[in-house]
T-cell receptor, first 111, second 113 residues
């Protein structure tokens, strides 16, 4: 089976940096994803890691360590619009190409 | 706008009823995935279709079924509805079976009373 853990809630202030951690256990790891979801809206793709290391895309970066079953999403220069839920998801060979999601981390950014 | 459309946007129905949710993938995308999002369970994978064929099943109840038609749109059928089926139902599409990025539709909010 699969198990994905991430903190339920985090708070931060505008302009700050926040790191959202995700740990996972899967039997056939085949990629890790981060999605952003504003309340009542569809998830939108942020990043994809399949090899160890850091992927940077503008203000967002994602890191993966396959040996540790660990990933983090780093958000820099936080803006109020970054207040949202951040979903960590893995692709596991048992589920084919479908995504197995964690329960998400709700980030609140205040001024 | 992801290019994925879902209808209806909202649906309110009673326990024991049957409903059909519809999804049109992005133009050219062959894969359609269905997910259920409830407050306590988070976003859960239900089923995946690729070019009309079922490819993988997740936590889909026997009361639920889906299909993908020759024009690639997909329908999710939910029957004998229970209060616990109230949730947001998303479909997502991707170009190929192995494509890593999935584009989510706006979802259908189902309320069972």
């Amino acid at each position: 089976g699969q198990n994905i853990d991430q903190p339920t809630e985090m708070t931060a202030t505008e302009g700050a940096i926040v790191q959202i951690n995700c740990t996972y256990q899967t039997s056939g790891f085949n990629g890790l994803f981060w999605y952003q979801q504003h309340a009542g809206e569809a998830p939108t793709f942020l990043s994809y890691n399949v090899l160890d290391g850091l992927e940077e895309k503008g203000r967002f970066s994602s890191f993966l360590s396959r040996s540790k079953g660990y990933s983090y999403l780093l958000l820099k220069e936080l803006q109020m619009k970054d207040s949202a839920s951040y979903l960590c998801a893995v692709r596991d060979e048992q589920a084919g190409t479908a995504l197995i999601f964690g329960k998400g981390t709700t980030l609140s950014v205040s001024s | 706008d992801s290019g994925v459309t879902q209808t209806p946007k909202h649906l309110i129905t009673a326990t024991g009823q049957r409903v059909t949710l519809r999804c049109s993938p992005r133009s050219g995308d062959l894969s359609v995935y269905w997910y259920q999002q409830s407050l306590d369970q988070g976003l859960q994978f239900l089923i995946h279709y690729y070019n009309g064929e079922e490819r993988a099943k997740g936590n889909i109840l026997e009361r639920f079924s889906a299909q993908q038609f020759p024009d690639l749109h997909s329908e999710l059928n939910l029957s004998s509805l229970e209060l616990g089926d109230s949730a947001l139902y998303f479909c997502a599409s991707s170009p190929l079976q192995t494509s890593y990025e999935q584009y989510f539709g706006p979802g259908t909010r189902l309320t069972v009373t």
